[in-house]
């Protein structure tokens, strides 16, 4: 048999409910690989080791017992540290929150512990999630896998790390404006932003427990990270569904997650956009993009042409409706006391003076966008792009300067992400290649209103036609 590690998640599951495989032998290797690498990576803010066993073993006995387990039993999962944990820390990579232990779980990760999954850790995220990169005040901050002086990507930075350099095969993210895609592209994995609504996610809200943790309510996704899309369909057959506890979460049932891969897509409609018309992309990841999107039509019988869906810049409409969906009061109340210890871009925007107008001229663009991509994809079946404008770049930048000759704002080259959150669109970052230097680039796929499963079957004939998973980072070399 292969390294334990570099088994897919659905197979070890297999493995383990028939007893090939233990749940103790597969942790204790991801156990293993984590302290080997951890010094260099710094994937974990918050590695929970003897839970992590505990867990395993509970799983082993249940299945000696002859009781049944769930679909991921055994099965090693990252968890993002802005998703609550009850009993484990969750810090949000920030000083306000360093010794939190919440006393209720997610529902994502009361859901994937229902399902036998083992809980390895928390991953490093930025602070409060406000960034596309990984580093924070309270973390040393996660090493890309492929060169460890470039950023893994953020905000699910550490999920993207752990997933890359094979210390699990499942891990948990969070997308507000391209925090699973980003370090998904970043770190050569495979990230879906599912529908708005399909992935429930609480808490949100202020109140004694949570102060200034105010989940992006109008952009945010919980979605999987994984190294195959199998694994994906698989995770979300577990999370998905409704939750009283969301307002947004929407019914169950119109996708079946794992027959999904199985559809051909043969005569999809696509439209291939390299710079959505406006935007600055790398050179290189221009070039192995456009290779990408030809597979559609050389290899897969798909019909792809250049379209862009009309919609220009709309960074400062992203930053308007973030801070609309912050909770203003709650954090504010924490800057006299931890202001110099918190990100500065996070404090210059909670002591920005946001108007009425500010937002609401927000909410009208975002509608306007909505009614945009609507229109458009009354055309094509899929909308692919890059998933970012730039390869990892040097840690500790918020983005780069430059993008093809050109001056960009810090937050550019995220351009390709966020519009979709606005929208609530289904979108997934795959491997597309590697630029010269062996930096991975990923492809984004974006799908029509609710229609996760073509995304998720191109996804699926996009990884046969070209697979990535053989493919290791310099630190498993």
Not at 342 to 361: C, G, I, Y
Not at 426 to 446: D, E
């Amino acid at each position: 048999m292969k390294d334990i590690l570099d088994i897919d998640a659905h197979i070890l599951a297999r493995l383990i409910q028939q007893r090939e495989l233990s749940a103790l032998e597969v942790t204790s290797a991801s156990i293993e690989r984590m302290q080997q690498l951890e010094p260099s990576l710094h994937a974990f803010c918050t590695p929970t080791v003897e839970l992590a066993r505990q867990q395993a073993n509970a799983v082993d006995k249940k299945i000696a017992n002859g009781e049944s387990v769930g679909p991921l039993a055994g099965v090693p999962i990252a968890v993002k540290d802005l998703i609550a944990t009850a009993g484990v820390k969750t810090t949000s990579g920030s000083f306000i929150y360093e010794n939190f232990i919440p006393d209720e779980d997610d529902i994502v990760v009361e859901r994937v512990k229902q399902a036998g999954a083992i809980i390895l850790g928390k991953t490093t995220a930025p602070e409060f999630g406000y960034s596309g990169v990984g580093h924070n005040p309270l973390f040393t901050s996660p090493r890309n896998p492929w060169d460890l002086t470039m950023t893994p990507g953020g905000s699910s930075a550490g999920s993207g790390v752990a997933l890359a350099a094979r210390m699990c095969p499942l891990a948990l993210g969070s997308d507000g404006g391209g925090s699973v895609r980003i370090p998904a592209a970043h770190c050569g994995v495979y990230g879906l932003k599912a529908s708005m609504g399909r992935v429930p996610l609480y808490p949100g809200c202020r109140d004694e427990r949570y102060p200034g943790v105010s989940s992006w309510e109008s952009l945010e996704h919980i979605g999987p990270m994984t190294r195959s899309v199998t694994d994906a369909a698989l995770l979300m057959s577990v999370i998905a569904g409704p939750d009283a506890r969301d307002r947004h979460s929407i019914p169950a049932g119109d996708v079946n997650w794992l027959e999904a891969l199985k559809r051909d897509i043969k005569g999809l409609r696509i439209a291939y956009s390299p710079d959505l018309g406006f935007a600055a992309v790398d050179p290189e990841v221009r070039d192995i993009v456009k290779q990408a999107a030809s597979v559609f039509e050389r290899d897969l019988g798909c019909h792809v042409e250049l379209a862009n869906p009309g919609f220009g810049d709309t960074r400062q409409t992203f930053m308007a409706l973030v801070a609309m969906d912050t909770d203003l009061v709650g954090m504010r109340q924490f800057l006299p006391e931890f202001g110099h210890k918190m990100s500065p871009h996070l404090v210059e925007m909670l002591k920005r003076q946001w108007t009425a107008e500010d937002f609401t001229n927000a909410i009208t663009a975002r509608k306007a966008m909505a009614n945009c991509m609507a229109r458009f994809m009354q055309n094509y079946d899929l909308l692919l792009t890059p998933t970012l404008a730039t390869p990892p770049f040097p840690l500790y930048m918020q983005g780069p300067e430059i993008i093809d000759g050109r001056m960009v704002a810090s937050n550019e080259w995220l351009n390709f992400c966020f519009p979709f959150n606005f929208t609530g669109q289904p979108a997934a970052s795959i491997p597309a290649g590697f630029t010269q230097s062996g930096l991975p680039v990923g492809l984004q796929l974006v799908g029509r209103h609710l229609d996760d499963a073509t995304v998720l079957a191109a996804s699926a004939a996009f990884e046969q036609a070209q697979p990535w998973i053989n493919r290791k980072p310099g630190v498993l070399l």
